[in-house]
């Protein structure tokens, strides 16, 4: 028999063992000891290279480079975050919302936003939140409010071997939605994860499924940030509209604050700019200048 070397996704670990996806099947494997000689371990999410032995035994060989390694539990490799934000329980916030996209887009991860709880607030007060959603998605960041439209259109956002995790605060309903949009994950996939998620709320595993072309990974993933490490001059790169603006900017480098004929300041006052952006940036300054973290968030 030849020794055949895969290319594959981890999904899961379990016991020692690393579940590895290839564009077939499912395959279990044991990792070389190699990597504990490196000091590596492979991760969830993680792309790899496997070989399978003459004894039929599968091992896992080689760890791709990682683009990054998110959350708790861990996920390699994680490219979009579906990001849940709670109309009431607890209250729909844009500082809050602010704190996640100011997280991912440090982090290189793009962000889709789903508002939950719609159901629990009335039309008045719900109307308020989309309004400012509205800002979000003209800004670029795709919203939906809608469960089933969520589920409808999240395929085509979903690209090939894309991982995508959930995130937002505790309560925010993340748990919920995944377990909606599991419903729909292929069977085979489904059938492996429900054998191995045993003990999953007190062990804290996480694994992915196959969600369309993609992986979503099922845990709910991100619930407290910290975003004390960003250095305090590349804060505005991570507000997207600020970045676009900045090109208007008398100086290069200029942060909005006290600088003569800065674009960001002049759309803030024709209210282009939400004014809540700009006080979260501000706020947001003032956090990581002090290197303090929160306390909602401790
Ligand atoms: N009415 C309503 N209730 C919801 C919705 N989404 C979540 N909930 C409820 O909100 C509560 C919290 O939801 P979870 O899905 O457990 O929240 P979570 O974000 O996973 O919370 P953590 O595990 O603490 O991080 C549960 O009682 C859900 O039933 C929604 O869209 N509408
Ligand atoms: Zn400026």
């Not at 969830?44 to 399978?52: F, P």
């Not at 939140?129 to 998605?137: G, R, V």
């Not at 309903?173 to 007190?202: E, F, P, V």
């Not at 790169?237 to 090109?247: G, I, R």
Request: hydrophobic share 40%.
């Amino acid at each position: 028999m030849t020794v055949k070397i895969e290319q594959g996704t981890v999904i899961s670990l379990n016991a020692g063992f690393y579940d590895v996806q290839t564009d077939k099947e499912v395959i279990r494997t044991r990792a070389r000891g190699v990597f504990r000689q490196k000091n590596q371990k492979p991760a969830v999410g993680d792309k790899v290279e496997i070989k399978h032995d003459e004894q039929g035994t599968s091992y896992l060989v080689k760890i791709l480079p990682r683009k990054n390694r998110i959350g708790r539990p861990a996920v390699a490799n994680v490219s979009h975050v579906l990001l849940v934000i709670s109309a009431v329980e607890p209250d729909f916030s844009v500082q809050l919302l602010d704190r996640f996209l100011t997280f991912f887009a440090w982090q290189n991860v793009k962000v889709t936003i789903y508002l939950s709880k719609a159901d629990l607030v009335d039309p008045q007060k719900l109307a308020e939140i989309k309004e400012n959603l509205n800002y979000y998605a003209k800004i670029g960041y795709p919203v939906f409010t809608d469960k089933k439209l969520l589920e409808q259109e999240l395929p085509s956002l979903i690209g090939v071997d894309e991982i995508w995790t959930l995130a937002g605060q505790s309560g925010a309903g993340k748990s919920t939605l995944l377990n909606y949009l599991k419903q729909d994950a292929n069977q085979s996939t489904a059938a492996i994860s429900t054998a191995l998620n045993r003990g999953k709320h007190t062990t804290r595993v996480v694994q992915l499924f196959r969600l369309e072309q993609g992986f979503l990974a099922d845990t709910p993933g991100f619930s407290a940030i910290d975003l004390t490490p960003i250095k305090l001059v590349d804060l505005a790169n991570y507000f997207v509209e600020f970045v676009q603006a900045s090109s208007n900017c008398k100086f290069r480098g200029c942060q909005h604050l006290k600088e003569p004929k800065c674009e960001v300041k002049r759309l803030l006052e024709e209210e282009v700019i939400l004014a809540s952006r700009y006080e979260d940036y501000l706020a947001l300054r003032e956090e990581i200048s002090e290197g303090r973290i929160p306390e909602y968030l401790k």
